[in-house]
């Protein structure tokens, strides 16, 4: 393809994107193929000589866009939602026309400087203290993994790196039973082995860990001759927003000396609103943050912000500088890919410039307002409803439930077959999750296009459906 089209495809593109954005809400919001169907449209070979984009266009259409499930559709209130504002799309469409490869400053001056003032805005959106400075990491699997590498080498005096762990001490890591399955993954990886991630039990409405339950597992990991490493904590789980309190094991992991991280992949953009803040007090005290823009702020994904009071221990635990990537003569500057695991990073800045000035804080703001306000008037709607029963209150815009006629048996195969044909139906998606062992569904909204119509008509769908099971 020549440069000299370019631009008439572009204009296509623009103009199909523009379409699909204000006609996704009349699809179906989950998938409706079958395992295999794209894979068999799709030819077994190669193809040996190049064709053209009319016939590529016209095959996106017709095989890849039936097997979309249409995150981007107003009533996807299943998982967490993971928007594509419209300056966002664009902001994506210019970084990938200039490609640039970020991993130093020297690679990309304009890339390194405005990640370090965006992350700097957003500091300041959830107003966390000056001492954070943060790094784009690609999601929060990411930053939690580099986070545990640092607690590991911390507790390790930086010697995990360069001498492995055999022979050193078990390190242990806690967090309660509420985390997201990334933490597992991190500990895996790190090194420090499932086996040494202690689930501490959780209480109360926000399911968050109990301190005392926390300090009595440190002191008998102690006594066992084992070194306590670092604190996970939780604020907005993925299955029902649980929520560590914060502060109170923040206590705790200052008093035994463990490095702390909070994820708060979900629930971290909402921290714009200061009427949500009370849900982390003392968040200033952790060591290292993490929150998705991707998910809740309108910065497509990939786009995870990381924030850390002290960059230097992260940076002593992932930083390689051979001599080909070393940038003589300038100092004060920073190279991000010293701040995460892979090498290579994309320009993710940018798309977090275009979202703040279009909507600035305070539109973003609007909307997450809205989603929380108009998710409380459901989940009230429901909670007066027969046969339905909440099983976790509102945090934030998420909250799960059952139904429960009178009479129903096997209340987990009801709930599954439910969600099931909730999302056969297709005017809503809704997905599953267990509370102390039932099976329950959950609802979230924060689809930047939905309205207050769309949330409220999930109420007649769920009803609906569940009658006719
Ligand atoms: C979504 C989510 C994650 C994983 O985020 P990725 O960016 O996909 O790695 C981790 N923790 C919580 C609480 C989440 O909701």
Partial sequence: MKWDEFSEWGRRVADWTQDYHQTVGDKPVRAMTEPGDVLNALPATPPESGEGMEAIFSDFEDIVMPGITHWQHPRFFAYFTSNASAPSVLAEFLSSAIAPQCMLWQTSPAATEMETRMMDWLRQALDLPEPFQGVIQDSASSATLAAV?????KALNWQGNQQGLFKQKPLRVYCSSEVHTSIDRAIWVSGIGQQNLVRIPIKGDWRGMDPDALE???????AAGLQPAGLILCVGGTGTGATDPVEQCLDIAEKYGLYSHIDAAWAGSAMI?????HYWPGVERADSIVFNPHKWLGVQFDCSAHFLKNPDDLVQTLAISPEYLKTH???????YSEWSVPLGRRF?????????????LEGLRQRLRNHVN???QLHDKLAETDAFEIITAPMWSLWTFRYAPAGASDLDDLNL??????NDDGRIYLTQTRVDGDLVIRFQAGQFETTETDVMAAYDVITEIAKGL
């Fill in 374 to 376: 108009w998710s409380n």
């Fill in 417 to 422: 077959r439910l969600v099931n044909a909730i």
């Fill in 149 to 153: 590498l640092t607690m590991r080498e």
């Fill in 329 to 335: 003569g300038k100092d004060g500057i920073i190279n």
């Fill in 348 to 360: 993710r800045a940018l798309k977090i410039w275009f979202v703040i000035r279009t909507y600035g």
């Fill in 216 to 222: 009595a597992a440190i002191e008998a990991d102690i």
């Fill in 273 to 277: 609103c200061p009427e949500y803040r």
